[in-house]
């Protein structure tokens, strides 16, 4: 099969993580299908990438579902999309905040897995990345919604992979620590807020944990998702792989 010819279906793609994994992909060849809410920002992004655009609001199933219309064949699907959701004390937290990142998070994977593995399956082949987080490893104070929707995605990814595993499909997860972009800061700024610290503080406590001292960039998770979705990683599955700068 050609290169040109093989499908990528990215959620929550018009920006950040997920707009570098398109970028990404596409460059090495990809037909790449991103999705997002934002219409105008993925419009805009599917325009200046040469890829294809669906909208999609992840709290809805019809239009998960919908994404995935008139696809037959699906090589690589990306769960990107993820919301850092309250930041509170596990005791303080609202009840529909943390529904919301869990239906975000955790069950909008779910649902697109439900769709596309019966395709990959009839296929004998295809690889799923989903995103968790550092925060799917340690203990996180005052992120409780987040940290369980990450450790949740561990979960599922380790038990679709052994389902699937004998019909030729992948499925790992990528754990990335503090990455450069919008979506961290404003984490820093939700953090530094709920414990009462300077914005400054706030961000240095996240740079300090990692062994590097810095940000993980966003190409750095783009190109270990190209390296998982090629053939030179055809024996891995089941991995959570953390792309953190060594954070602990």
């Known amino acids: ?15 950040g993580i997920g707009l570098v994994v398109a970028k990404t992909l596409r460059r090495e060849g990809w037909r790449v299908l991103i ?10 992004a599917a325009k200046r990438l040469g890829v294809d655009f ?13 994404v995935f219309d008139g696809m037959e064949r699906i090589d690589l699907l990306v769960n990107n999309a993820g919301i850092m959701g309250p930041s509170c ?36 082949s295809g690889v799923i990345i989903n995103m968790s987080s550092m925060a799917g490893r340690h203990a996180w104070p005052t992120r409780v919604a987040y940290g369980v929707s990450k450790w949740a995605v561990l979960g599922m990814t380790a038990t679709l992979a052994r389902e699937v595993g004998e019909f030729g499909v992948r499925v790992n997860a990528i ?9 961290i800061m404003k984490g820093i700024a939700a953090y530094a807020q709920a414990n009462k610290i300077s914005l400054e503080d706030a961000e240095q406590y996240y740079v300090s944990r990692q ?11 783009a190109e270990t998702i190209l390296f998982l979705a090629s053939d030179r990683a055809k024996s891995i599955t089941g991995q ?9």
């Open 1 to 15: 099969m050609g290169r040109e010819e093989k499908n990528a279906v990215i959620t929550a793609s018009a920006s």
């Open 35 to 44: 999705s997002d809410i934002d219409i105008p920002a993925g419009q805009a």
């Open 54 to 66: 669906k909208p999609c609001d992840l709290k809805d199933p019809a239009q998960i579902e919908a």
């Open 89 to 124: 004390f596990t005791w303080e937290c609202p009840l529909d905040g943390w529904r919301e990142t869990l239906d975000i998070n955790l069950t909008a994977q779910f649902l697109a897995c439900k769709v596309a593995v019966p395709r990959m399956i009839k296929a004998r």
């Open 175 to 183: 754990l990335p620590g503090a990455v450069r972009g919008e979506r």
């Open 211 to 221: 062994a590097t001292k810095k940000f993980v960039e966003p190409e750095e998770i």
């Open 240 to 248: 959570f792989i953390q792309v953190c700068g060594g954070f602990e």
